[in-house]
């Protein structure tokens, strides 16, 4: 039977360091997404992609049917939702770890982000 360690507290702090980190750049993402995704209209692509194309756009340049444009919108719309559900999420389990005072802090970062 083998025995399990725990990790040492440098090993820990580097582990939470890695995953505190990744929630950051989570958010951050996630903050940027929701602030330029009401700039470029319906449609608009993630930033990272490099494009910034409408539905308008994407169906003149790619000669989209109807049906084709109605389907395109849907996914856009779920993606989305899916996002926002995602940074709503995210920002719930990083107020979990806050304290009240963190949590005002917080709240103040997330406003000074949307300016």
Do not use: W
């Amino acid at each position: 039977m083998s025995s399990v360690t725990l990790p040492r507290p440098a090993e820990r702090v580097a582990v939470f360091s890695l995953v505190l980190v990744f929630l950051c750049g989570t958010v951050a993402g996630a903050i940027v997404m929701s602030l330029t995704k009401n700039t470029g209209g319906h449609g608009t692509p993630p930033v990272s992609s490099g494009l910034s194309m409408s539905v308008t756009e994407m169906k003149n340049g790619l000669n989209l049917t109807d049906d084709q444009t109605r389907q395109l919108t849907s996914i856009l719309d779920d993606f989305s939702h899916y996002y926002d559900n995602l940074l709503a999420d995210g920002n719930s389990r990083i107020l979990d770890i806050l304290d009240p005072e963190q949590k005002k802090l917080f709240a103040q970062m997330i406003q000074q982000h949307k300016k």
